[in-house]
């Protein structure tokens, strides 16, 4: 008994794989600028923060004036005597130094990244921008705040809310504001 053999058309087969994944593509546009704004916007921000220039023109001064402005609030909150040197604040029991990754620039980054990601018009993500500045740096400041008083009260909790608890704290305030301003943005369309 002879055997047919059936002979596919590639052109066919490869025809129908482009449509699907044009198909897919056009169904996911909108998912798929919204990765493409949230990588592009993290790797250009970070490619910036990267630069030597800014570093020594933006980062540390920001980091000087979130020490003295720390060392202020605390001496007002009755913190006692505070020394401040560069991005250095001591007491007489304990110190602690604002570094490049205590500052709030790299959450604000990412907060930044995700708002720019969001499908709502130009004006409302300047809005938001704006906002989660605010937002970010108000949340790193109340994290100085407290992480003095972990310090002073209980250095071995100290380590343990800086590395862990407050990051987490800040990174899922963070999404949650970037879904909070996109709720906002999509219900005053």
């Not at 990588?39 to 000087?64: D, I, K, Q, R």
């Not at 020394?83 to 110190?95: A, D, I, L, M, R």
Request: overall charge positive.
């Amino acid at each position: 008994m002879k055997t047919r053999r059936v002979h596919r058309n590639r052109s066919y087969n490869r025809d129908s794989s482009n449509a699907k994944t044009r198909k897919w593509m056009t169904h996911n546009r909108a998912l798929l600028t919204a990765y493409l704004w949230f990588g592009a916007t993290l790797l250009g921000l970070f490619t910036v923060l990267m630069l030597s220039s800014t570093y020594h023109g933006v980062v540390m001064p920001f980091n000087n004036f979130l020490a003295w402005s720390t060392a202020g609030v605390l001496t007002l909150l009755g913190g006692g005597p505070l020394t401040v040197n560069g991005t250095s604040v001591s007491g007489t029991t304990f110190g602690f130094s604002v570094a490049e990754g205590c500052n709030g620039i790299y959450a604000l980054v990412i907060v930044i990244a995700g708002v720019m990601a969001l499908p709502i018009r130009w004006s409302r993500k300047v809005v938001g921008l704006i906002l989660a500045a605010v937002y970010i740096m108000a949340l790193n400041y109340i994290r100085l705040l407290t992480l003095w008083y972990f310090g002073q009260t209980s250095p071995l909790l100290f380590d343990t809310m800086h590395l862990y608890v407050w990051e987490f704290i800040i990174i899922a305030l963070g999404a949650a504001f970037c879904y909070w301003w996109y709720e906002k943005s999509a219900r005053s369309r």
